[in-house]
């Protein structure tokens, strides 16, 4: 049993960045996949970014790609999502999420995809 806790979120201001991380506890060694997922008010859980736990491939959704990263300390087993140039659009409870079979169905884009989620953390942009 995985256990996921979130840090970071918070008010920032469009322009502004932000740096998500994510702790991971029990298990830890069985981890394939870690990765972020987002839900804003009255929207489905959006697929943000996924790290490969031991190569370090990473994947991101085509809204965040180029204003996102993601990076994965192994030895804190911890997961770090920066993102910057924020945008009011992310808005959302943003969700950290793991992987431990190994493999991700549809490349890890659907929540149903992973195995462990977070408590979530709520990132706020104001315009």
């Known amino acids: 049993q995985v256990q996921l806790v979130e840090f970071g979120g918070g008010l920032v201001q469009a322009g502004g960045s932000l740096r998500l991380s994510c702790a991971a506890s029990?298990?830890?060694?069985?981890?394939?996949?870690m990765g972020w997922f987002r839900q804003a008010p009255g929207k489905e859980r959006e697929f943000v970014a996924r790290?490969?736990?031991?190569?370090?491939?990473?994947t991101y959704a085509d809204s965040v790609k180029d204003r996102a990263t993601i990076s994965r300390d192994n030895a804190k087993n911890t997961v770090v999502l920066q993102m910057n140039s924020l945008k009011p659009e992310d808005t959302a409870v943003y969700y950290c999420?793991?992987?431990?079979?190994?493999?991700?169905?549809?490349?890890?884009?659907?929540?149903?995809?992973?195995?462990?989620w977070g408590q979530g953390t709520q990132v706020t942009v104001s315009s």
């Open positions: 790290i490969d736990w031991n190569g370090g491939t990473t």
């Open positions: 029990e298990g830890t060694f069985s981890i394939y996949f």
């Open positions: 999420v793991a992987d431990v079979k190994g493999w991700l169905a549809g490349r890890g884009m659907t929540s149903d995809s992973w195995d462990y």
